[in-house]
């Protein structure tokens, strides 16, 4: 089907429309006939109705939006038509046929029912800036709804009528805009987190899709933090890495998490949320392969692995982290000995200064358990339930000498040994 444009430089529509119809049927009409010798049913002056939830959030790197719902009316709906604007730019699309034909309801027998779903794929957008768009929905009789989100307004269509109508002064369109549902665009996300937790969570405009978030328990902060959520732009060159571990030298997704460098004192659990609309295994715009994605965080010099489960139902990754810092999505290979080594070989935890105060393990999950030995071969910490660093100190929270410790940690069924200095 070929693409349509229904207004000159503003609006494009989707075209939902049962199988039998052209999609451009409904653009002219009289009371008695559609284009193409259809006749309405001229006794049926109830309206459609339409049942979607409004996007509450687009990001400006969703490069796909999705909007979806039903259309019920008591004899037959004959058409969807989704009207949208980026802020006044044109954006080209397609003609959606709808996914399935319209279907008697099992619960209200007199009702027919079809199910919308339409894909927009848009330029960059801007954070700050407003998506805008309505749904509306024509019966057989001409009688159509149109929902652009607290109200829904009704009419029927007349000779020659098209909507929207012929916009053609700034304030016309203006104020055609001004009735459409206004969702805004950001990449970012703040709120406030006190001692008892939370979650913090980035919406996207697909809503088959799990979400960015944050789950934040109970004790993991010991006073009130704002905590935010910001999508970086990963074709940005200062996120490349040349490192051999990584499939692809450019992340998937990247998004900082603030305030940086906080950490908690319980596991705070991260899901990152990437695009594959289609489900096809790569991440939408990238050669990454969804199996091969694991979480990473920068820390000031590289990129050190996390982790992370996919989950291809919602695509997200999720993983535990400690402490906020920069993190991506990168495909890998898989994780040697090594990678779980701390990269700190000497750390100074007395200085208390924000360098090489910790040392960080990598890849660690909530079964994983590290043990620290002093030189003599005495265990004097144990690090369990998804704990990645250690901060030189023992059991009893005190502050060990100068000198060599070994740690022993132990995963998927092997022990993985190294050594980490003391210095004050």
């Known amino acids: 089907m070929k693409i349509k444009r229904l207004l000159p430089s503003l609006f494009l529509a989707f075209v939902c429309c049962v199988p039998q119809l052209k999609a451009a049927t409904f653009v002219s009409v009289s009371s008695t006939t559609l284009s193409g010798g259809t006749c309405f049913k001229t006794t049926d002056t109830q309206p459609p109705s339409v049942q979607h939830v409004a996007l509450r959030q687009v990001n400006p790197y969703d490069k796909t939006i999705i909007i979806e719902g039903t259309a019920t009316d008591n004899m037959a709906v004959r058409a969807v038509v989704i009207y949208y604007s980026a802020d006044g730019v044109q954006i080209s699309t397609k003609a959606y046929p709808l996914s399935s034909a319209q279907t008697k309801s099992s619960t209200l027998p007199k009702s027919y029912f079809f199910s919308f779903n339409a894909t927009a794929s848009l330029p960059s957008l801007s954070n700050n800036s407003t998506f805008y768009y309505e749904i509306m929905a024509i019966d057989d009789s001409g009688n159509y709804t149109i929902f652009n989100g607290a109200a829904q307004s009704t009419g029927v269509y007349q000779m020659r009528q098209t909507y929207p109508p012929n916009l053609q002064t700034p304030q016309q369109i203006s104020q055609q805009?001004?009735?459409?549902?206004?969702?805004?665009?950001?990449?970012?996300?703040?709120?406030?987190?006190?001692?008892?937790?939370?979650?913090?969570?980035?919406?996207?405009?697909?809503?088959?899709?799990?979400?960015?978030?944050?789950?934040?328990?109970?004790?993991a902060?010991?006073?009130?933090?704002?905590?935010?959520?910001?999508?970086?732009?990963?074709?940005?060159?200062?996120?490349?890495?040349s490192s051999k571990k990584f499939l692809s030298s450019n992340p998937a997704m990247v998004y900082d998490l603030q305030p940086e460098g906080l950490m908690f004192s319980r596991p705070?659990?991260?899901?990152?949320?990437?695009?594959?609309?289609?489900?096809?295994?790569?991440?939408?715009?990238?050669?990454?392969?969804?199996?091969?994605?694991?979480?990473?965080?920068?820390?000031?010099?590289?990129?050190?692995?996390?982790?992370?489960?996919?989950?291809?139902?919602?695509?997200?990754?999720?993983?535990?982290?400690?402490?906020?810092?920069?993190?991506?999505?990168?495909?890998t290979a898989d994780m040697t000995d090594n990678d779980y080594r701390p990269a700190e070989r000497i750390i100074t935890p007395a200085t208390a200064d924000g360098i090489n105060d910790v040392a960080h393990f990598s890849g660690i999950e909530l079964t994983d358990v590290i043990n620290i030995f002093d030189i003599t071969g005495r265990k004097i910490r144990t690090l369990n339930n998804g704990t990645d660093h250690w901060d030189g100190r023992d059991d009893s929270g005190s502050m060990v000498k100068s000198g060599i410790y070994i740690y022993q940690l132990k995963k998927t069924g092997k022990l993985i040994n190294g050594t980490i200095v003391v210095a004050k």
Do not use: C
């Open 177 to 219: 805009i001004s009735q459409m549902v206004k969702v805004p665009v950001s990449s970012i996300v703040t709120q406030k987190i006190d001692k008892t937790g939370g979650v913090v969570t980035l919406e996207n405009a697909n809503p088959h899709d799990g979400k960015t978030n944050l789950n934040i328990p109970d004790g």
């Open 221 to 241: 902060v010991s006073s009130e933090q704002t905590i935010t959520i910001n999508q970086m732009d990963q074709t940005d060159a200062r996120y490349m890495s």
């Open 268 to 331: 705070v659990q991260v899901t990152l949320h990437y695009p594959d609309v289609n489900h096809s295994g790569i991440v939408d715009g990238t050669t990454s392969s969804v199996d091969s994605l694991k979480i990473m965080w920068w820390d000031g010099f590289d990129w050190r692995f996390v982790g992370g489960t996919v989950d291809k139902l919602t695509n997200t990754v999720t993983a535990t982290v400690e402490h906020f810092s920069l993190y991506a999505l990168f495909s």
